[in-house]
Nanobody, 124 residues
Framework: QVQLGESGGGLVQAVGSLRLSCAAS????????MGWFRQAPGKEREFVSA????????LYADSMQCRFTISRNSSKNTVYLQINSLKPEDTAVYYCAGKWFFSELTNNHRYGYWGQGTQVTVSS
């Protein structure tokens, strides 16, 4: 069983930056993949980025490649999402999620473990 907990959200002005963290506890394996999703009010949950727990392979949504950076510190069991040049349309609850294997990463239904989410609000 894996437990996930996000932190680092908050209220920030446009063009600012945030680093979100996702701490994992419980069992994690090299074949595990971690993803970040976000959900804005009234919208569906959308894929942001994913990373293998051990190997460091990454995947980004096409629209997220320029301003978002995913990374992990395996020794701290933590995955990060750096967001630069924040825009009001980045306002959403950001979730981290875990799944076995680095496949079907953009499909939120394939993830078995979820954190509670952290709110990011960007003011113009």
């Amino acid at each position: 069983q894996v437990q996930l907990g996000e932190s680092g959200g908050g209220l920030v002005q446009a063009v600012g930056s945030l680093r979100l963290s996702c701490a994992a506890s419980g069992r994690t394996f090299s074949s595990y993949a971690m993803g970040w999703f976000r959900q804005a009010p009234g919208k569906e949950r959308e894929f942001v980025s994913a990373i293998t727990w051990d190997g460091g392979n990454t995947l980004y949504a096409d629209s997220m490649q320029c301003r978002f950076t995913i990374s992990r510190n395996s020794s701290k069991n933590t995955v990060y999402l750096q967001i630069n040049s924040l825009k009001p349309e980045d306002t959403a609850v950001y979730y981290c999620a875990g799944k076995w294997f680095f496949s079907e990463l953009t499909n939120n239904h394939r993830y078995g473990y979820w954190g509670q989410g952290t709110q990011v609000t960007v003011s113009s």
